[in-house]
């Protein structure tokens, strides 16, 4: 893979990484991890692990973003801000 | 999500968009062994297909389609393909899970019984995945929520 798009890639995978644990939103969260899935996904086809990518982008960015989706449904905000 | 969606775009583009995540999957699981993708991958896929369904068109559709009878049934259906191939490998001579020895049964080689055999894997795999990742949706938007 080309060095600038990998180092671009990287950057972004820790700026979403840093920008999930930060967040206050756990719906942000959700939609910003779908985000990550995906990037990972990008890069593990860039390796030549396609069956890796593959899983990625069916059960991270798929899958367990409708999942997370359903369980924030169940949740409540305690606070009204 | 619980109740259906109004909306005509959101309605006409599930319908139209199910139909081709559905053949994609079937595509996945079919061509497995050869490519990219498999049992896993494919389930997922179909299940995708079906939360898609779920969050557009209502859960309470779904709920009376997929009833407790059909979940566990799915459920255990793969898994049963899964084993029962092995074991008739186990009944036919080879050791459990070696699909070669499939070529005593049907009238080709042991390379192509091997071909054959990873396919009906791959289909029950297939089965069980898309059932579980579906059971598991639909019991976390049915859970009774908690009063506090």
Redesign the interface.
């Known amino acids: 893979m080309i060095w600038q798009v990998d180092l671009i890639i990287l950057l972004l995978i820790v700026v979403l990484a840093i920008a999930i644990v930060n967040t206050k939103n756990l719906f942000t969260a959700t939609i910003l991890f779908g985000g990550y899935s995906f990037l990972m996904c990008v890069l593990w086809t860039g390796m030549g692990a396609?069956?890796v990518?593959?899983?990625e982008a069916?059960?991270g960015a798929?899958?367990s973003t409708?999942?997370f989706v359903?369980?924030i449904?169940?949740t409540?905000r305690r606070s009204k801000d | 999500?619980i109740e259906k969606n109004e909306n005509i775009i959101l309605k006409n583009i599930t319908q139209y968009l199910v139909a081709f995540i559905q053949l994609f999957g079937l595509y996945?699981i079919a061509h497995g062994h050869g490519s990219?993708?498999?049992g896993?991958?494919g389930g997922?896929?179909l299940?995708?297909s079906y939360?898609l369904m779920i969050?557009t068109l209502g859960i309470e559709d779904t709920k009376k389609k997929y009833n407790e009878f059909k979940k566990h049934l799915f459920n255990s259906l793969g898994v049963f393909i899964y084993a029962f191939t092995g074991f008739v490998c186990l009944l036919l001579g080879a050791n459990y899970l070696d699909y070669s020895g499939l070529s005593n049964l049907f009238p080709v080689d042991p390379i192509k019984a091997r071909y054959i055999g990873t396919f009906v894997i791959e289909v029950g795999v297939g089965i069980t995945v898309m059932s579980i990742?579906l059971t598991?949706?639909v019991e976390?938007?049915t859970?009774k929520?908690k009063q506090?």
């Open positions: 396609v069956d990518a593959f899983t069916a059960v798929g899958v409708a999942v359903a369980a449904y169940q409540t | 999500m996945v990219p993708g498999g896993f991958q997922c896929i299940a995708a939360i969050t990742m598991i949706f976390l938007l859970v929520r506090s």
